[in-house]
Every structure is written in C-alpha cells, then in structure tokens.
C-alpha cells in the first residue's frame, strides 16, 4: 500500500461523500490536516500517521472491512442482479462504501453464514480450491440417513457430473422420514451439498451454514443482519492452512 494517498479519496473511502462533494467541503474549510486548515483536495496524506479531521471529528481511517452475515433465503450472493435482492442490498448503510462483495456463495435458498469483505485478496485466499477451507452445514433432509451414507460420504462422492468429491463428514442429529445432519466439506462446488445428498438419492430440503474455517456462525444475529468480524475471527481465517 502507498504511503500517501489523495486526501480526497482517503475521505471518500471513509464515506464523507463523493469526491466533488469533499472538495467543496475542503474548500470551505472543514477539514484539518495535523490541525492545520487545508483547502486542497488533491493534497497527498498518510491517512495512518496524519491526523485528518472533518468538521472537528477525527477519521478513523481503514482500508478493509470483514462482515459476517447471517443470510437470509431469497437473496442471492451477488453484488448486483436484474430480479432478486443480493447480500449487498442488506449491508448497513454504514459499510456501504467499503464496496464489500460475498466471499463466495450460497444458494438463493440457503441461509446462514456469508462473508463479505472488500478485502480481494483474503476472498481469493479462502476462495482458493488449494486452501480446503473447511465448511460446515446443517440441512434437513427428505428421508432417513443411514451409517452408509455416513461411509460413503467419508470415501466421496461421485456427483451427476462424475466428479469425486473430497472425504467430507457427515453426522447424523437426526434419522427419520425427515433427517437433520451436519456436513462439513473441504471445497465448494456448485450445489455441492445438495448434489452429495442426491447422489445418494435423498433430498436437501432446508440448508444452512453454520461454518467457515474456524468461524462460528453467530446465533446472535437475525437473518439478514451483519456484524464486523472479531480480531480473533479475522486472524484464524487470514491463519487457514489445510493444504492436503
Ligand atoms: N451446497 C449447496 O448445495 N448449496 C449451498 O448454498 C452451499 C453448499
């Protein structure tokens, strides 16, 4: 990262506006550098070290964010789409222009724990097939789940479109007409959980993550709501080494 940067864009990253609106407020002099009035804009500050202030309010000036999310069925994991309502649409307006986007996805269908960051390459890291980042769902599932299924999901499965899938665990909670299970899985193919489930001729009816690395979804949080990531949480992920 550079050591300076545009006071301007350092301002509009820490949401004070656009950069024409930051102008006019540096203009009219409402921002301080080191204490000092500055009327240009375009002036390069190292937001770390140099203490900028607007309207007196000191900017606590950061270049990342780490959200978890609890997500709720019927938004899909996107930044933008022409239907549905993505994961973007329910961040706080307070992270709004970090420009976050989904580390990874789920199904429109899916609920449970997303990652959102602005942080490219933490996503791409844990995004990585490479990196085996374990993954963690709860589903209920039409029809009873058997200690065979528990065998033959430990092995892989062959999928619909003959890809093996990596051992994964499956523990049963509940075998009945309607089961309950946890599954956790090392990598993140399309519909993974589901096609695991089909190929052994069952039936995902609900799906939830509940985690991603050693990152717990929080109960706390309602369906559709966010929260930073803890310090703790942020280094075990930025700490994952599962290569096999
Ligand atoms: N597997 C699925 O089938 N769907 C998801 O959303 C995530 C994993």
Not at 67 to 72: A, Y
Not at 82 to 97: C, G, I, Q, S, W
Not at 114 to 120: E, F, K, P, R, V
Request: with cysteine.
């Amino acid at each position: 990262m550079a050591d300076t940067q545009r006071l301007d864009k350092i301002l509009s990253n820490s949401g004070f506006g656009t950069r024409k609106e930051i102008k006019q407020m540096v203009r009219v002099g409402q921002v301080t550098v080191d204490g000092r009035v500055v009327k240009d804009s375009s002036m390069h500050v190292n937001p770390y070290q140099n203490e900028v202030m607007v309207n007196g309010q000191k900017v606590e000036y950061r270049e990342f964010v780490y959200l978890m999310m609890n997500k709720p069925a019927g938004v899909v994991s996107a930044t933008w789409d022409n239907k549905f309502k993505t994961v973007v649409d329910l961040v706080p307006e307070a992270y709004r222009h970090f420009d976050v986007f989904p580390v990874g996805r789920l199904d429109r269908d899916t609920e449970g724990l997303l990652l959102l960051t602005n942080d490219g390459q933490l996503a791409h890291d844990l995004l990585s097939p490479k990196k085996h980042v374990p993954k963690t769902y709860y589903a209920k599932v039409d029809g009873k789940i058997s200690q065979t299924d528990v065998e033959v999901f430990k092995k892989g499965v062959g999928l619909d479109d003959g890809y093996e899938t990596l051992p994964a665990q499956l523990v049963i909670l509940k075998s009945e007409e309607q089961s309950e299970i946890e599954l956790t899985i090392v990598e993140g193919k399309f519909h993974q959980v589901k096609r695991m489930f089909e190929a052994v001729g069952k039936k995902v009816t609900y799906l939830q993550r509940i985690t991603m690395g050693a990152v717990d979804l929080d109960r706390g949080l309602e369906l559709g709501a966010c929260r930073e990531l803890t310090h703790r949480e942020l280094d075990e992920l930025k700490n994952i080494d599962n290569e096999l």
